[in-house]
C-alpha cells in the first residue's frame, strides 16, 4: 500500500472512531456554544456592541480551547496494544501527518461553527472577509499540529491530561499571536497587501511545526 493510501485509511478510522463517539463531537459543540453565551450575557450585549480588541480575543479564546480539548484526545485515548498494533503496519510518519489533517478539518468544523454562533450572537464586525479566513484556516492549521504533536508527548506520561495542558500553551503562542494580529487587522479593514508578509509568516510556522512534527514523531513513537 503506498503512502497516499495508508494516509487515507488513518483518516478513515479516524473519521469512524469520532462517529462511535458522537458524545465527544457534540460536546464540543455544546461547549462552543455555551460559552459564546456566556461572553453574551457578561458583557450585556443587549444594549450595546463590543469593541474589536474584544470580539477578537474572545473569538480566539474560545478557539483555543476547544481546539486544546478537541486534540487532547488524538493519542489519550489509544491503547499501548493499539499503539503496537499501528507500529507494526505502518510508519508513525503517516500516522502523525494522517492524525494531524483530521484534527486540522476538526478544527475548522469548529471553527466554522464558532464565527457563524458567535456572529449571530454577539455581532459580526469584520471588514476583510478574506484576509479573517485565511487567517482563521492557518491559525486553526498551527493549532492543529502543534496540539498533535503534544498530545502524543503527553500520552507518554502518566498524569497526562495535565501535561497536555501544560505543554500546550508556550508550544502554541507564537501562532496565537501571529492570527490574532492578523484577524485585528482584517476586523480594521487591513487589506491583503499590508497583511501578506504576515501571513507568509503564519504559514512558515506551519511548515516549520508540520515539519519538526513528522521528524520527531518517529523517535516518540518508537519510546
Known amino acids: 500500500m503506498s503512502g497516499l493510501n495508508q494516509i487515507l485509511t488513518l483518516i478513515e478510522r479516524e473519521v469512524k472512531m469520532e462517529w462511535r463517539q458522537k458524545y465527544a463531537i457534540n460536546g464540543l459543540l455544546l461547549y462552543v456554544g455555551a460559552t459564546v453565551f456566556i461572553c453574551y450575557l457578561s458583557f450585556h450585549l443587549q444594549s450595546g456592541a463590543i469593541n474589536i480588541p474584544t470580539w477578537n480575543a474572545l473569538f480566539w479564546i474560545i478557539l483555543l480551547f476547544a481546539g486544546i480539548n478537541a486534540v487532547a484526545k ?31 478539518f476538526l478544527l475548522l468544523l469548529l471553527g466554522i461553527v464558532c464565527l457563524g454562533f458567535y456572529s449571530m450572537v454577539i455581532g459580526n464586525p469584520i471588514e476583510h472577509y478574506g484576509v479573517f479566513l485565511t487567517t ?10 502543534t496540539l498533535t504533536m503534544v ?16 505543554l500546550s500553551f508556550p508550544v502554541i503562542i507564537p501562532v496565537l499571536l501571529m492570527a490574532l494580529k492578523l484577524s485585528k487587522g482584517a476586523l480594521l479593514g487591513v487589506g491583503w497587501e ?6 507568509l509568516t503564519l ?10 512534527s513528522v521528524i520527531l514523531f518517529p523517535y516518540l513513537w518508537r519510546s
Open 74 to 104: 488524538s493519542f489519550l485515548q489509544e491503547s499501548e496494544g493499539r499503539n503496537l498494533y499501528w507500529y507494526q503496519l505502518t510508519s508513525p510518519e503517516y500516522i502523525i501527518i494522517a492524525k494531524g489533517i483530521y484534527n486540522t
Open 136 to 145: 482563521l484556516f492557518l491559525g486553526l492549521c498551527g493549532f492543529s499540529f
Open 151 to 166: 498530545s502524543g508527548i503527553a500520552a507518554k506520561a502518566n498524569n497526562s491530561g495535565t501535561l497536555m495542558a501544560i
Open 194 to 199: 499590508a497583511s501578506a508578509p504576515h501571513l
Open 203 to 212: 504559514l512558515a510556522i506551519n511548515v516549520i511545526v508540520g515539519a519538526m
